[in-house]
């Protein structure tokens, strides 16, 4: 029978199928973080269990730590015990850990792929919602709560009701200077932040074929963002080769039943999915949020909108809580939005390639008075990457702070936080009320936007910057 | 965990639709390490305000939130789940939740009942002209009933079969699954020899370009 992608990976990990019960798939990839492990490892100790597969599971830190002084013990006791607990229950149960300070540690969806471990065809899961990262290399990843990370830590499965399919299809290529980031805002704000509700997605056409891995991993990223339960890229030359001579990749002979496997899980033509929604990447440009869901956004060039042009009561209500938690009047142009805080980091964006495009934006500039400018590395690789290729001095020069690598300010769980009222523009996934500091607020954007908009105060694009 | 069979009690009308985690609680509240004590994380920025529907008299002692489309969407977060049980509710009423919340919801026993959006609208209405309204969720019939002033709302809710069987029955997840031992193990013992594995650690090599392709 013909099959979708999805479910040729589903399929492949089934290892119960029972009648009127979930499938039991089996679990190849559990990453492991500070933050929504303690009570999973509590709960395994309680019960007398111990982790199934410590070979399948690997941890690091990334969500409650510095990004300064990495060196130093972290000066909040609450996070410190937390870390300390992670360590210690990595300790006592026999898992990998990359800690503050390793050269292999950094945020756990920057971490995996980089290491190789993140493979096509794979079940990957974390507790974290990001987790859809990793199904850019065709990976069926999702994120699972606390109490679905003792289940895998116990039994290396979890019970999962079968999702629906979709396809979202993007036809053409993205103008030059849109990034995957405007891309898949441009999708949420179509679709809605309910839209993937009960999907596994698969992203294609031309635009998607064309992308990088890493900009894969953008797009896929942000699934959860429109409610998707997972969202995959079919693996490709682009994936064999990013794979590659990474340290967890396969070998010899393996490495060539394993791209073999990796190439023959392509949709087949004749497979139906359940829902399409095609796009025309060729009409995307930067879009920006203004709002506080990833799903309230606008192209750069718009403006603000008004309540009224929303035509459902919900979307209406959402606008105008949306606007006045946002300080923002309809009307306004985006581009007349000045920015306390650029933010240029995260599990989205926060790759080598994301800081090759931000350092090539900034060269030359300043980033402006009114404004400060955090560059926060996805992975400590990725930082010695940057330094090894001078973007450190690019980005510090240019007035930018550079740090150590971790969540940072995409969630303000760690010191890198926005004061009450204080603007931003981020790279990162969430702009959800009080995500980056209480009383924070957030717009959503790409790297060369992140870029431009520092250099100016204000939301901008690279193309603006001639004038400057 | 205990089994849920059926609930009532006193509803709160929270008319907001996209409620994410990070408003049911707060980042900061997750570095605890315990798995209990997320009361006061809950609605944290949002109970700041005097007038927020929880502050308000009659809300205390209630035990179902009522709430708009999308609710619990975003981060992965137990804690959200949590904090709505250590603060007293038993379960959420919603026409759309987030998948990994509601997922949470069942693992830990807090019923995420899904309802028709007009019903959604019903309860606002009541629990605003009557805010000590009682409010019944039948897990075992999945319906959901109020008495009101303008007579009563009844309707069925949604909730997929599995999740049901495992509340009524109060069911440790883990222990069901070990109960198939070695369906797992036959599992592993065909998996490919390329899929990959942390153990033994491999780290890069650092005088290659580690992360670019």
Request: with cysteine; proline share 6%.
């Amino acid at each position: 029978m013909s099959q979708t992608l999805a479910e040729k990976v589903w399929s492949d990990h089934v290892v119960r199928r029972g009648d009127g019960e979930p499938d039991l798939l089996y679990i190849d990839l559990h990453l492991v973080h500070e933050v929504t492990s303690p009570q999973a490892f509590d709960g395994l100790r309680l019960a007398g269990r111990t982790v199934r597969r410590p070979d399948l599971t690997i941890a690091t830190e990334d969500h409650n730590i510095p990004t300064i002084d990495v060196d130093k013990p972290i000066a909040d006791p609450v996070s410190r015990t937390q870390v300390d607990t992670l360590r210690a229950n990595c300790k006592e149960f026999g898992v990998r850990l990359h800690p503050l300070g390793d050269a292999d540690q950094g945020i756990v969806h920057v971490v995996g792929p980089q290491l190789g471990l993140t493979q096509p065809g794979t079940t990957v899961v974390c507790g974290d919602s990001h987790t859809s990262t990793h199904g850019a290399f065709g990976a069926l990843a999702f994120g699972i709560g606390t109490s679905e990370v003792e289940h895998v830590l116990a039994t290396q499965t979890l019970p999962q009701a079968r999702p629906r399919t979709m396809a979202v299809t993007v036809v053409n290529t993205l103008p030059d200077g849109v990034s995957a980031k405007d891309l898949v805002l441009a999708l949420i704000a179509q679709v809605g932040t309910g839209g993937g509700q009960g999907y596994v997605v698969e992203y294609r056409g031309e635009a998607i074929r064309a992308l990088s891995m890493e900009a894969r991993m953008t797009i896929c990223n942000m699934s959860i963002e429109w409610g998707a339960k997972a969202g995959l890229i079919a693996p490709d030359e682009i994936t064999v080769d990013y794979l590659r001579g990474r340290p967890h990749a396969p070998q010899d002979d393996d490495w060539d039943a394993a791209v073999a496997h990796w190439l023959s899980l392509a949709t087949d033509d004749d497979a139906q999915f359940d829902r399409e929604v095609v796009l025309d990447a060729a009409t995307v440009t930067p879009f920006v949020t203004w709002g506080t869901n990833p799903g309230q956004g606008v192209p750069l060039s718009a403006q603000v909108p008004s309540p009224e042009a929303f035509d459902d009561a919900d979307d209406r209500a959402a606008a105008e809580r949306a606007l006045a938690y946002m300080a923002l009047t309809p009307g306004t142009p985006m581009r007349a939005i000045d920015v306390d805080t650029v933010f240029v980091g995260s599990c989205t964006n926060g790759r080598i390639e994301d800081l090759r495009t931000v350092a090539a934006v900034l060269d030359g500039h300043r980033v402006a008075d009114r404004t400060r400018m955090l560059v926060v590395p996805g992975s400590t690789r990725v930082r010695l990457q940057a330094e090894a290729e001078g973007l450190d001095a690019v980005f510090t020069s240019a007035g930018a702070e550079w740090r150590g690598a971790g969540c940072s300010m995409c969630l303000g769980m760690n010191p890198d936080t926005l004061q009450p009222g204080e603007r931003a523009a981020s790279t990162s996934n969430r702009n959800f009320e009080g995500r980056q500091g209480k009383g924070g607020r957030t717009h959503l954007v790409s790297p060369q936007v992140a870029a431009a908009t520092a250099v100016l105060g204000h939301l901008g694009s690279p193309a603006d910057l001639v004038e400057v | 965990m205990q089994p849920f069979t059926t609930h009532t009690g006193t509803a709160v009308a929270l008319r907001r639709s996209n409620v994410d985690t990070d408003q049911i609680i707060p980042a900061a509240y997750l570095k605890r390490v315990t798995r209990t004590g997320f009361e006061d994380g809950l609605f944290a920025a949002w109970r700041a305000d005097p007038d927020f529907v929880l502050n308000r008299p009659e809300s205390a002692g209630a035990s179902i939130l009522v709430a708009g489309p999308d609710f619990g969407t975003g981060s992965s977060r137990e804690h959200a789940v949590w904090a709505l049980q250590d603060y007293g509710f038993a379960a959420v009423v919603s026409p759309r939740f987030g998948d990994i919340f509601r997922n949470n919801a069942g693992k830990a026993g807090l019923l995420a009942a899904e309802v028709d959006a007009k019903v959604v609208a019903a309860l606002w209405d009541l629990l605003e002209r009557q805010r000590r309204a009682v409010v019944t969720l039948d897990l075992h019939d999945r319906t959901i009933s109020a008495d009101g002033d303008e007579g009563r709302i009844e309707d069925s809710f949604d909730i997929d079969d599995y999740t049901r069987w495992r509340l009524l029955q109060g069911l440790d997840d883990v222990a069901a699954t070990l109960a198939h031992s070695d369906d797992i193990s036959s599992y592993e013992e065909a998996r490919p020899s390329w899929k990959p594995q942390t153990l033994p650690a491999r780290v890069s090599d650092p005088a290659v370009d580690p992360v670019a392709p």
